[in-house]
């Protein structure tokens, strides 16, 4: 979890113990905590740390601490209350990519970071309950090194049949109603999702802006029925200690492992279609010219989080 003050770790702290309990609770009285000066002040804290180019308003941490943070938060905190808060439109900037593509990144002014921090502290622990051990992106405590290391030893395992998934424009292709009704089986707080709402039709009809504080969270929520489908895979192949599947997700880059074996031949096409019809229902599109069935045993090779994975095997030297 993210570090805060302890009053408001316990409260967090708290939260996710009664949500790991309780998987089917629902969650209300949530929006008084967001409205609490400590809750602004560590969410404060934190876009302070990160820093970052100003919003749409041009307004930079330096002008806020000039004429105030206390006030600028109480300001915040009565616009919540009084249920005016509205969110600006982010900055759109393009970040340059491979082959002249670009990647538009939303910048959010320094008050909507604000909200969407505190937002995010006291919905974290309810989701990060939820979410389920092959994902690691952008999550409390896990990185991208760990979604490797979960990646090799499952080479090492002989599961080298595998899938490896790209999703077309995935962050931009959020359907809203979807996610909201998501959230909304964990959340029975009107102005909470009403607050959620509006952070996420500021930057459009659909999708999750990349650059926002909040995104990781939803862009997670969205995708978790898929992590649950691939653990009840795994589970259901499990011989003792030994699963027949392994899987590792960050954010949108997946990767599937299947047992190399040939009576474990048919996992392979089982578990394509099953992803299929997850991400169908998601209305998520497979980006099927990146996207394809790897054979590591013949000398095949795929890439994960800037990593290129193949399998070598030893050879014995002559003497």
């Not at 404060?44 to 330096?62: C, H, M, Q, S, W």
């Not at 978790?224 to 899987?247: C, F, H, I, S, W």
Request: hydrophobic share 40%; charged share 30%.
């Amino acid at each position: 979890m993210t570090k805060a003050s302890s009053s408001l770790q316990d409260l967090r702290r708290g939260i996710y113990v009664k949500a790991k309990g309780g998987p089917s609770w629902r969650f209300w009285g949530l929006y008084v905590h967001v409205c609490k000066m400590e809750t602004l002040r560590e969410a404060y804290a934190l876009a302070r740390k990160n820093n970052g180019a100003p919003g749409i308003d041009g307004v930079t941490f330096e002008v806020i601490e000039t004429q105030g943070v206390e006030a600028f938060l109480e300001w915040i905190r009565n616009e919540l209350i009084g249920r005016a808060y509205v969110p600006l439109r982010s900055r759109r900037q393009e970040i340059p990519k491979d082959g002249g593509k670009v990647r538009v990144l939303s910048i959010p002014a320094i008050r909507d970071r604000v909200v969407q921090g505190a937002l995010k502290l006291i919905l974290e622990p309810i989701f990060e309950a939820d979410f389920q051990p092959g994902s690691y992106g952008y999550r409390p405590k896990r990185t991208a090194h760990e979604a490797v290391h979960r990646v090799a030893p499952a080479i090492v395992q002989c599961k080298t049949r595998v899938i490896d998934l790209d999703l077309r424009a995935y962050f931009d292709t959020v359907r809203h109603h979807l996610l909201l009704e998501k959230v909304a089986r964990r959340i029975k707080d009107d102005d909470v999702m009403h607050l959620l709402k509006r952070m996420l039709t500021a930057s459009g009809k659909q999708g999750v802006p990349q650059g926002g504080v909040i995104s990781p969270l939803p862009s997670n929520i969205y995708l978790t029925e898929v992590d649950r489908m691939l653990e009840r895979a795994k589970e259901a192949t499990r011989n003792g200690k030994y699963t027949y599947v392994e899987y590792a997700r960050f954010a949108d880059d997946l990767v599937v492992l299947i047992d190399a074996h040939a009576r474990h031949a048919w996992l392979l096409g089982a578990v394509t279609r099953r992803l299929r019809e997850e991400f169908a229902k998601l209305r998520v599109e497979v980006n099927e010219e990146k996207s394809r069935t790897v054979n590591l045993d013949r000398a095949e090779s795929f890439g994960f989080l800037g990593f290129d994975f193949r399998r070598l095997r030893s050879v014995q030297r002559q003497v």
